[in-house]
């Protein structure tokens, strides 16, 4: 236990010391904007970079692993978008973003932390094309979502565009992109270049944490939305459960490409999803609470999830004896 102890507690201490500085030194949201552009365009890209860029081209084509990660990740949007339409009676925007908050994970800010301390450089290339295929889903669904319910006609061209616009510009897809071309051209970086991407990597997870606890500081509980009832389920224990039964389903995966993907499929709801709400107008209280409830609630079944993959409770493959 003490091993578990040893891997969660930095991960969620970086959390709460942000949590925590933020609410003593009451700085106001906008103060967080440089911290959030270095995160966002700077360190965690350089990380991504400096992963893809040493790994072996023909790991980087997985396209099995790839289709079922992203498939069911899809299946968990489907299924709480359904239960907030038909159960919850939510319009279709709010049904929307109520599916990504289900299915939406904290890959960005937390995993890298919590898989590369974890399972080591192992998990970097699982790590690194779930982060980028997931993000092309959820910025692909938003957008197209958000069109369909708008009642306007709108030119198919345009929307595309958008979409195109927003995945292929993001700085995270960018820096795998150029990543994986490193990896083709087996290109390696001058050393003075190599030194810096090293220590803005090293920046990265640390940063992205402690930026994480001071949103959620900033951003206070005001009440819990009843759509927490189904949605916080699906986000903390469907999506992985699922995940862990596709993977051993669909194909014969290396053991930390599994927990890899399952550990990610765990983590609480994104800050991307309340960023997307606020983009569009709609639910936005509600998927800030929701991204404070299930990060409180992942303390507890993240670290139980740990214990299962570190301990041997769990095997990487359910239906191999």
Not at 176 to 194: L, N
Not at 225 to 249: C, D
Not at 251 to 263: E, N, R, S
Request: aromatic share 12%; hydrophobic share 55%; charged share 10%.
């Amino acid at each position: 236990m003490a091993e578990i102890a040893g891997l969660v507690f930095p991960l969620f201490g970086l959390i709460l010391l942000g949590f925590i500085t933020a609410r003593i030194t009451r700085q106001p949201v906008e103060a967080m904007g440089w911290l959030n552009t270095f995160i966002i365009y700077v360190a965690l890209p350089a990380l991504f970079f400096k992963l893809l860029s040493k790994t072996p081209i023909e790991k980087l084509a997985s396209w099995e692993f790839i289709t079922t990660n992203i498939s069911t990740t899809f299946v968990i949007i489907l299924m709480v978008y359904a239960i907030a339409r038909l159960l919850a009676k939510a319009t279709m925007p709010e049904a929307t973003i109520q599916g990504l908050a289900g299915a939406y994970g904290n890959i960005g800010y937390m995993g890298p932390g919590i898989a590369l301390l974890t399972f080591g450089e192992a998990a970097a290339v699982p790590l690194a094309l779930i982060f980028c295929f997931e993000n092309v889903l959820h910025f692909t669904v938003a957008p197209t979502m958000m069109a369909l319910s708008s009642g306007k006609e709108r030119h198919l061209g345009a929307l595309i565009g958008q979409i195109v616009k927003k995945v292929f510009l993001h700085p995270f897809i960018i820096a795998t992109i150029v990543g994986v071309a490193a990896a083709i051209v087996e290109f390696t970086p001058p050393t003075p270049i190599e030194r810096l991407i090293d220590y803005l990597a090293q920046a990265a997870a640390p940063c992205a944490l402690f930026a994480m606890g001071v949103t959620l500081a900033l951003r206070p509980l005001k009440r819990v939305p009843p759509e927490l009832g189904f949605i916080v389920p699906f986000n903390l224990v469907v999506h992985p459960v699922l995940m862990y039964l596709s993977l051993s389903w669909f194909g014969d995966f290396d053991p930390i490409w599994v927990y890899t993907a399952v550990l990610l499929a765990a983590l609480p709801t994104a800050t991307n999803v309340f960023v997307i709400a606020q983009q569009y107008g709609v639910w936005v209280e509600r998927a800030s609470a929701t991204v404070l409830v299930t990060t409180s609630l992942s303390v507890v079944t993240v670290t139980a999830l740990l214990y299962a993959m570190t301990t041997g409770l769990m095997p990487a493959d359910l239906f191999v004896g």
